[in-house]
């Protein structure tokens, strides 16, 4: 499967950005899709998941409650909606796609999109 990711931008604190995830090749329901992101001097880190099967979602802990990931299976296009954006959540947003293993480590997702820069400014 290949990944576009897509919708980043430039957004004032306390703003919303919703960022798109394009696949191509493959169904997205035949994976568990992600969004890492990595900010500059960082690693990457885990966003959120849908999972492969249930559809539940889960949240890194800096997102709960302001981030939102879907999934449009007739578009094949997995969305993370932003909102009640900090200035920390600056950073390379990427999406990607995994089988199985671990939901939150990058080392068990097989294919990623190439990034999209989100910038919050306070």
């Known amino acids: 499967v290949q990944l576009q990711a897509s919708g980043g931008g430039l957004v004032q604190a306390g703003g919303s950005l919703r960022l798109s995830c394009a696949a191509s090749?493959?169904?997205?329901?035949?994976?568990?899709m992600g969004w890492f992101r990595q900010a500059p001097g960082k690693e990457r880190e885990f966003v959120a998941v849908?999972?492969?099967?249930?559809?539940?979602?889960y949240y890194g802990d800096s997102v709960k409650g302001r981030f939102t990931i879907t999934t449009d299976n007739t578009k094949n296009t997995v969305y993370l909606q932003m909102d009640s954006l900090k200035p920390e959540d600056t950073a390379v947003y990427y999406c990607?796609?995994?089988?199985?293993?671990?939901?939150?480590?990058?080392?068990?997702?097989?294919?990623w999109g190439q990034g999209t820069l989100v910038t919050v400014s306070s």
């Open positions: 849908r999972s492969r099967g249930s559809g539940r979602t």
């Open positions: 990607a796609a995994r089988y199985s293993g671990s939901l939150y480590d990058t080392s068990s997702y097989d294919y």
């Open positions: 090749g493959r169904a997205i329901s035949n994976y568990g």
